[in-house]
């Protein structure tokens, strides 16, 4: 008998994947595992003659032997803004593992927005200080606006203060998240933001350190999501020096610009980073250690993250512990 297909598109998405039942479901996938290939990276030339850019694909598979295989592709069209079209695209395909059958086509863009801020979140409920209720936004973007709600999951976040390189952006941020109940506030001085928050969380597409250490108070918690690839950076070497350090897996060491140049020069070594969300979850690590202890939490992203949330998006059961 040949199963039927489901669709969900972003709506419907965003509406099974809330953060009280997606920060638990990582933490449980993180636990146990999966299978998690190297993501192939394509490049799709534009026809001879044409202006546009080349696309850029990654397609990036997870999957648990026996039970769900699941495969995100994500397409970047850097033409798309001379078209008014957003320039990426997500889609996610989950598949039965034993029969190869699809099972469901959902919203990648949704998956990965939320699975990147769940991932946040997990962190910081090992590595923010238990009675942390300030947080800093560095960044305006999709991500940046679900930090907070993420946040109120594992801490009492009460107030909210938002710094992006446009001040508009910002106050629209800001009003958004007064309405959904937080004390938000545009921020136009970053160092001052900095230094008066409990958790600084950095969802940017920057290349040059914006975070300085010398602004970061004593048992403050970094979080760094944007820094994904070898060139670019949020943080400065100085906010990892003397900082207890965290990553999502250990990939981060070797993609992220923020760990690459202080690793580089001698400033932390990868023997020095103190677990990943997997040794965590599973409680082979140790998250914060001291009220006045800096920590700091660098992600990447990872498949196993897309494929938690696809299996909650469907309601297939994540495999309990070993």
Same mark, same amino acid.
């Given at each position: 008998m040949k199963i039927a297909l489901k669709v969900f598109d972003a709506e419907a998405t965003r509406a099974a994947l809330p953060f009280d039942r997606l920060i638990p479901a990582l933490r449980a996938l993180f636990a146990v595992g999966c299978e998690v290939p190297v993501r192939h990276v394509h490049h799709i030339a534009a026809p001879a003659g044409a202006c546009d850019e080349a696309v850029t694909s990654l397609i990036m598979p997870a999957w648990i032997s026996g039970q769900v295989y699941g495969v995100k592709i994500v397409n970047i069209a850097p033409g798309n803004a001379a078209r008014g079209l957003p320039g990426l695209h997500g889609s996610y395909l989950l598949h039965d593992a034993r029969t190869g059958a699809p099972l469901a086509l959902i919203d990648g863009d949704q998956i990965t927005a939320r699975r990147t801020a769940a991932a946040?979140?997990?962190?910081?409920?090992?590595?923010?200080? &238990?009675d942390a209720s300030h947080l800093l936004l560095v960044g305006a973007g999709q991500v940046a606006r679900l930090l907070p709600e993420a946040y109120r999951e594992v801490r009492s976040i009460?107030?909210?203060t938002v710094w992006a390189r446009s001040p508009e952006r910002a106050e629209s941020l800001a009003a958004e998240l007064r309405v959904s109940g937080f004390d938000a506030r545009p921020a136009a001085d970053l160092a001052a933001a900095v230094g008066r928050a409990d958790i600084i969380s950095c969802a940017t597409l920057a290349n040059e350190p914006l975070v300085q250490g010398?602004?970061?108070?004593?048992g403050s918690h970094l979080d760094l999501i944007g820094s994904f690839t070898p060139t670019m950076r949020e943080a400065d070497d &100085?906010?990892?020096?003397?900082?207890?350090?965290?990553v999502d897996t250990d990939e981060a060491l070797t993609k992220s610009g923020d760990l690459? #140049?202080?690793l580089s020069r001698g400033v932390i070594?990868?023997?020095?980073?103190? #677990?990943t969300l997997a040794s965590l979850s599973r409680g082979d690590a140790t998250g914060r250690l001291s009220a006045t202890e800096r920590t700091v939490f660098k992600s990447v992203g990872t498949a196993l993250e897309d494929l938690a949330a696809a299996m909650l998006v469907c309601g297939v059961s994540l495999p309990g512990p070993p």
């Open positions: 946040s979140a997990l962190a910081a409920s090992w590595l923010a200080r &238990d009460e107030r909210v010398r602004w970061l108070r004593a &100085d906010c990892f020096a003397g900082a207890r350090i965290v690459l #140049g202080p070594k990868a023997s020095g980073v103190a #677990g």
